[in-house]
């Protein structure tokens, strides 16, 4: 595979039913519960104790849950 974007704001997804990984961008806006695969449009839900489709299928967390972490841990050191 070819060079994928290493920003925070892109995520690789990878289908449920057909394994096809695609890379698509996380908006900021909002936390997204569904997202269609661009392939075999199957459509994938967030998973119960997850808080967005990034956070179940993507190979990034949803950006505002990194910035959650890395707040919590500047919080906890002080
Ligand atoms: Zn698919
Ligand atoms: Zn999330």
């Not at 997202?35 to 808080?51: A, F, G, L, R, Y």
Request: charged share 20%.
């Amino acid at each position: 595979m070819a060079n994928l974007p290493k920003t925070q704001m892109v995520t690789l997804i990878i289908c449920n039913d057909c394994q096809h990984a695609f890379v698509t961008e996380m908006p900021l806006i909002e936390e997204v519960h569904q997202i269609v695969c661009i392939h075999c449009e199957s459509v994938m839900t967030t998973n119960k104790d997850q808080c967005c489709v990034y956070c179940s299928y993507g190979s990034e967390k949803y950006p505002k849950m990194q910035l959650w972490d890395i707040l919590r841990s500047s919080l906890d050191s002080s």
